[in-house]
């Protein structure tokens, strides 16, 4: 009796497994299914005169073999034949009444062919329910690209961190889809969101981030119910992870302010955000489609004295006070930066003269003065002779990470212009 109950047990298994892993009765059916005819067919040479029967509502199988019958001693192939007086006299399924050239049902008891079919059995439909498991894995981490994620911090290594959720899947979180100043110990709590889900030899691989821009949006959707529900719409992300984010947020209800939405009642809303982001400042501002005042909203707290656009090579040309470059720039460079990427034009700072005040934009100087020099004088805020003459030499060498033998030769080749 215990060998008969070894293909039921296994019926059982699989519906345990199937409630645990939400595998829907069809593909149960289909899997068990295939596994008895894999088995069979290794057994019996075919499958093609079995019957397979499942009956997940019982949790039982019933396999029924297919014989053609054939006169005595005329048997050549006993796994698709049977004698006609052995049909008849069949133990099992005996068939008086049957003839010549008839099929014979005959019903199979898997148990009776032993523990080495069972075991076989038993290795076929493991492997079959872990590819359905790395499948449905695999389908549902894909569809979920780009959504938050919680796991839980089960393995540190140098390079990535391995995280459980809650129903025990691996994600993957790499050194550098981590925040510069996230640190992390066994057992703690890590959202993230879904980066990359691939399949590569059937061996699903989950990615998570903390750096993506998709994590800062999800966080505002988490916190802001406006944009949760609609109301709010995030037009645009710029993010340099750890350090500084801006976000463009526009709605669609003139009752709502959606600036002051986000950043909530004395900032109750941003605050989460920025501690989950390991206190990145994140501005945030009114998105327009107006070019020119979306750079201008997106180079605050700067202000601007005048923007020259070329739309179709997406570059601009900003003009400001002396006293407000600085601010445009940004510590590192970092304000410029964002706006750039939030906007999508390539941008340039220069100072704005008086018109009685002379001046030439270093790209003039490209025959005596190396690009790159140019380039790092430029970063710092300094776009033109002047502006690299009223700047204090020992700032240039530390601004612009410039040796001083460089700058000094960059004085000199811009006072003798001056001169001339």
Same mark, same amino acid.
Not at 7 to 15: A, E, G, L, Q
Not at 275 to 283: G, K, Q, T, V
């Given at each position: ?144 690209? *780009?959504?938050?994620?919680? +796991?839980? !911090?089960?393995? /540190?290594?140098?390079?990535? %961190? ?6 025990? &899947? ?96 004395? *900032?109750?809303?941003?605050? +989460?955000? !920025?501690?989950? /982001?390991?206190?990145?400042? %994140? ?6 489609? &107006? ?130």
């Amino acid at each position: 009796m215990a060998k008969k109950e070894e293909p039921i047990d296994m019926v059982d298994r699989f519906s345990e497994f199937k409630e645990l892993k939400n595998i829907d009765k069809t593909t149960m059916i289909s899997v068990l299914e295939e596994s008895f005819r894999s088995v069979i067919a290794k057994m019996f040479g075919s499958d093609e005169n079995f019957d397979v029967i499942m009956n997940p509502d019982k949790g039982d199988c019933e396999i029924y073999q297919n014989l053609e019958i054939v006169p005595d001693g005329e048997v050549v192939n006993p796994n698709t034949q049977i004698s006609i007086t052995d049909a008849k006299n069949d133990p099992d399924d005996p068939d008086p009444d049957c003839e010549v050239g008839e099929d014979h049902t005959k019903k199979i008891d898997f148990a009776k062919f032993g523990r080495r079919a069972i075991l076989n059995l038993r290795q076929t439909l493991a492997s079959k329910i872990l590819d359905l498991q790395k499948d449905a894995i695999y389908s549902k981490f894909k569809e979920m690209e *780009g959504e938050l994620v919680t +796991g839980e !911090v089960y393995q /540190l290594w140098k390079r990535e %961190i391995l995280l459980l959720d809650d129903d025990k &899947n691996e994600l993957l979180l790499p050194k550098d889809q981590q925040i510069p100043s996230d640190f992390y110990r066994k057992g703690e709590t890590v959202r993230a969101v879904i980066y990359n889900v691939d399949n590569k030899n059937n061996n699903p691989k989950i990615t998570v981030s903390r750096t993506s821009e998709n994590f800062l949006r999800r966080l505002f959707e988490l916190e802001v119910p406006e944009i949760h529900d609609g109301l709010i719409l995030i037009r645009a992300v710029a993010r340099i992870p750890g350090e500084r984010a801006k976000i463009a947020v526009e709605s669609y209800d003139d009752r709502i302010d959606p600036v002051g939405a986000c950043v909530g009642v004395k *900032g109750a809303r941003i605050h +989460g955000i !920025v501690r989950e /982001l390991r206190n990145e400042n %994140i501005d945030v501002i009114n998105y327009t489609s &107006n070019p020119q005042l979306f750079i201008q909203r997106a180079l605050s707290p700067a202000k601007i004295s005048s923007i020259r656009l070329d739309e179709e090579n997406k570059h601009a040309e900003v003009f400001l006070r002396p006293e407000e470059v600085s601010l445009a720039i940004g510590k590192g460079g970092l304000n410029i930066r964002l706006a750039s990427m939030l906007t999508g034009y390539e941008i340039d700072v220069y100072r704005d003269l008086d018109d009685n005040e002379e001046d030439i934009y270093l790209d003039e100087f490209k025959d005596e003065i190396d690009s790159w020099v140019i380039e790092a004088l430029k970063d710092m805020g300094c776009a033109t002779a002047k502006a690299v003459l009223n700047t204090p030499r020992e700032e240039l060498i530390e601004k612009a990470d410039l040796e001083e033998d460089t700058v000094d030769n960059v004085i000199k080749v811009l006072k003798a212009e001056f001169e001339d």
